[in-house]
């Protein structure tokens, strides 16, 4: 699977709510065991209105037991 969500310098609210921000350890970590990382990575959105929104990405396979 592919997980992204802010990263740990992204902004601390979108569409006026709070958001939480993760690096990509600590991304891997909230999602538990049982998954290899195939790939971890930042990405630099721009918004519409030309912000940048940096989000932080994990690739994971499921471990197979």
Do not use: K
Not at 7 to 15: I, N, Q, V, Y
Not at 46 to 51: N, R
């Amino acid at each position: 699977m592919i997980v992204a969500t802010f990263a740990e310098d992204g902004p601390t609210t979108c569409s006026s709510l709070p958001v939480e921000r993760y690096s990509a350890d600590r991304l891997v970590a909230e999602i538990g065991p049982g998954f290899t990382v195939n790939g971890a990575g930042r990405f630099e959105h721009v918004t519409p209105s030309e912000a940048i929104q940096p989000f932080t990405w994990v690739a994971l396979t499921a471990e197979r037991t």
